[in-house]
């Protein structure tokens, strides 16, 4: 069975979202992912570059490239709302 970042790489892979790959698809899926998981740009790479050397404008520029592969999950829209009418005195 394959791991999430198997199946990732995978599918950047096969859509050819990266034309360049200087460096490893891998690194590029698992900065994206750390980005999209809640990591700052400059985190990322920083926590990148222990591996391999990559700027925080790298991480962005993968980020937006794989978006779409990674989405966030869609947001329902809930058409009733609960309101709280007690008095706070």
């Not at 990266?18 to 400059?42: E, P, Q």
Request: with cysteine.
């Amino acid at each position: 069975m394959k791991s999430q970042l198997e199946y990732l790489v995978h599918e950047v892979k096969t859509r050819k979202i990266f034309k360049r790959n200087k460096k490893d698809v891998r690194l590029k899926v698992l900065a994206a992912l750390l980005y999209f998981l809640g990591l700052s740009f400059r985190k990322t790479s920083g926590f990148i570059s222990c591996f391999q050397e990559i700027s925080h404008e790298s991480v962005r520029t993968y980020y937006h490239k794989m978006k779409e592969v990674i989405k966030p999950p869609e947001k329902r829209n809930r058409g009733l709302i609960a309101i709280d009418e007690t008095n706070g005195d």
